[in-house]
C-alpha cells in the first residue's frame, strides 16, 4: 500500500528560524495535504498542494510529482508554530487518505 | 477553519463496555471519515462514507466496529466491546469531493 514518509522526526529551532519539512510517497499521489496538529490533538489542514508551489502566510509548500515529495517551508518560525506537522496523500482510484507519521517541530523563544 | 464537530472530546471506558462517538460533518459534505490515531502518532484509516453509503472500512471496523452516517443525524462510530488496545484519538473529517478534508477536534477514548 501507500506509504508516507517525513523527515526530520523532530525540528527545534529558535523563534525566527525557518523550517524546512520534507514528506516523500511510495506512489502516485493525486492529492497531499500538510496539515498541523496542536500538542492538544486538534487537526487543522494547512494546504492542499498536489503539485507545484502554493503560498499561504508564512508557509510555501512544493510539491514535485513525479519525484513523489513535497516540501512545507516554514518563515520566521514563531513559538506559536510548535506542534506536529503531517503530510497525507491519496490517489484518485481511493478516498483513504495515508498520513505520514509527523515532524514534531519546537520553536524555542 | 473546520466546522466539523465531534462528542464527547474525551471517553472512559472499562474493557468490554460499549464507546460511542459522534461527528456532525461541515454543511453540505457528503463524504465523512474516521482515523484512530494512536500513541506513536500512527493514523489508522477506519471507514467512510458518501452520504449514508459505506464507502471503504477496514477488517478492524468490520468486526467489533461500527459506524452509520444517517440523514440528518449525526455521523456515530461505534466499539461493540473496548479493549485497552483501542485507547486512541478519534477523528472524524468531511469532505465535499473526498479530496481536501476538513477534521474535527476528535474525540480521545481512554480504555482502562
Known amino acids: 500500500g501507500q506509504q508516507v514518509q517525513q523527515s526530520p522526526a523532530s525540528l527545534v529551532l529558535q523563534e525566527g528560524e525557518n523550517a524546512e519539512l520534507q514528506c516523500n510517497f511510495s506512489?502516485?499521489?493525486?492529492?497531499l495535504q500538510w496539515f498541523y496538529q496542536s500538542p492538544g490533538g486538534s487537526l487543522v489542514s494547512l494546504l492542499s498542494?498536489?503539485?507545484g508551489t502554493k503560498h499561504t502566510g508564512r508557509l510555501t509548500s512544493t510539491t514535485v510529482t513525479k519525484e513523489r515529495r513535497s516540501s512545507l517551508h516554514i518563515s520566521s518560525s514563531q513559538t506559536t508554530d510548535s506542534g506536529t506537522y503531517l503530510c497525507?496523500?491519496?490517489?484518485?482510484?481511493?478516498?483513504?487518505?495515508?498520513f505520514g507519521t509527523g515532524t514534531r517541530l519546537q520553536v524555542l523563544p | 477553519n473546520s466546522k466539523v464537530i465531534q462528542t464527547p472530546r474525551y471517553l472512559v471506558k472499562g474493557q468490554g463496555q460499549k464507546a460511542k462517538m459522534r461527528c456532525i460533518p461541515e454543511?453540505?459534505?457528503?463524504?465523512v471519515f474516521w482515523y484512530q490515531q494512536n500513541k506513536n502518532n500512527e493514523f489508522k484509516f477506519l471507514i467512510n462514507?458518501?452520504?449514508?453509503?459505506?464507502?471503504?472500512q477496514i477488517d478492524m471496523t468490520e468486526k467489533r466496529f461500527s459506524a452509520e452516517c444517517p440523514s440528518n443525524s449525526p455521523c456515530s462510530l461505534e466499539i461493540q466491546s473496548s479493549e485497552a488496545g483501542d485507547s486512541a484519538l478519534y477523528l472524524c473529517?468531511?469532505?465535499?469531493?473526498?479530496?481536501?478534508?476538513?477534521f474535527g477536534p476528535g474525540t480521545r477514548l481512554l480504555v482502562l
Open positions: 462514507f458518501q452520504n449514508q453509503e459505506v464507502l471503504q
Open positions: 497525507a496523500i491519496s490517489a484518485s482510484n481511493t478516498n483513504k487518505v495515508v
Open positions: 498542494n498536489p503539485s
Open positions: 454543511k453540505g459534505h457528503p463524504v
Open positions: 473529517a468531511s469532505s465535499l469531493r473526498g479530496d481536501t478534508q476538513y
Open positions: 506512489s502516485t499521489a493525486t492529492q
